[in-house]
DNA sequence: TAGATTGTTAATCGATTAACAATC
DNA sequence: TAGATTGTTAATCGATTAACAATC
């Protein structure tokens, strides 16, 4: 199997962004030292993950753009469409239902969940608010293996269990729970006040010392 | 200044989200052996962040719940209030200025901002929407440090600007962008588009090779 | 006491960087 | 050609883990 590491694998969405930007404005190729400047890393990285990749790039030229952002949506398997259901209408989960940006991903929502019956049936991004007690069918119906979690913390983990039980393999988790699931099944945890943390250290300690953790 | 390692820091939140859940249910003291099983790392890492925390445990029970999230809470300065402006107003904006849980981390949402004229003057959160025109004046008047970045993409880098010229020494960017800022001013990217690729990577993966990248 | 658990040191592992040869 | 740039190896740096002594 195709294997980069950790550390290379999370810099996969920067480069990724600044890929498309480049293309949008015409761009063919770029060099190992421009990319390392915008993302603030050294040069030598760079070169070392594209030969991760398996991307060459041209001397005196530096790397094709489109090759390169083709490469790293293949490598993400970005070119297939994944199906996923957003369960939690909240203000976040109508964010992420209605973020028109997914679909250049190959992410497709198939369906918006709620409890509070005053939602559901109503619309949003184009779907109909569902009860959330359909959960498990809907996801054995539509075969669904990615649910985007932004529900109450309280019931986070039960509607996990009954969408892993349902056979979800993935979930992005947007609520502050650390998830249970057996071996087999991908949470990824996207704990938004964790940012805020490190910004709120980094105000506490301005004026202090000179500078300050990365990211 | 009182310092951790960047892979420690990053592992503060989730400390400190597990310890207010168990501090809700009345738990006083967790083991390492507790934490580390939760967070899926090992043990003595626990440990080490604990005593890089200058925090210390006692024999036979662990560590005080309430001492450590204390600590750290006062470690990332969340006992001071931090007041922010969030600037664009639409549902991702609208779900950060509204979300209940920001207050227990001292983060203090004291304005909305959009562009908009439909928009402006109606109320998000409690807060009458501003006109984006107006965010240095605001960012002035109210000594505003940080702000939280929820625009479209083409009109980032600009507001940026405005707000860094400002005075604002830190910015929590949730637009796709990569911003440029000056040395002393923070950029906290949650590119979550990068969340959604690690799952795609992983399901296109899945049934292939056994285990995967961590997160 | 025996068992559980912390705290610390040394060893290992993984990621980054420096150095430099290759090449267009 | 000279200059720019890639690609790779070895060295360094930083983070994690194993081992184990200390102690309640």
Redesign the interface.
């Known amino acids: ?1 195709e294997s980069i590491s ?1 550390a290379a ?2 810099r ?3 480069y ?3 890929l498309s ?1 480049y293309e949008a404005v015409g761009r063919e190729y770029i060099s190992s030292r421009e990319l390392s400047e ?2 603030e890393i050294n040069e030598t990285l760079v070169r070392k993950d594209m030969a991760d990749l398996k991307i060459r790039g041209k001397q005196n030229q530096g790397y094709s753009i489109s090759a390169l952002r083709l490469r790293i949506e293949e ?4 070119q ?1 469409i ?1 199906e996923a259901l957003v369960v939690g209408g ?3 989960g ?2 992420l239902a ?2 028109p ?2 679909e250049h ?3 497709k929502i198939v369906g918006v969940l709620d409890s509070d019956p005053e939602k559901i049936g109503t619309r949003i991004g184009g779907h109909q608010v569902v009860s959330v007690a359909r959960l498990a069918s809907i996801i054995q119906k539509k075969n669904i ?2 649910i985007i979690l932004t529900v109450p913390r309280d019931v986070a983990k039960e509607l996990t269990e009954v969408a892993v039980n349902a056979g979800v ?2 979930i ?1 988790n947007f609520t ?3 998830l249970n699931v057996p ?2 099944v ?1 949470v ?19 004026g ?2 000179a ?5």
């Open positions: 199997m950790k694998f999370r996969l969405p920067r990724h962004q600044i930007a915008i993302l490598f993400l398997g970005l297939e994944t909240g203000h976040l109508t964010a209605t973020y940006g997914f991903y190959g992410l293996k990615l393999l993935a992005w502050p729970c650390e071996a087999g991908k990824r945890n996207e704990q938004i006040i964790g940012g805020f943390m490190a910004l709120s250290h980094y105000l506490k300690n301005v202090g010392a500078e300050e953790n990365g990211d």
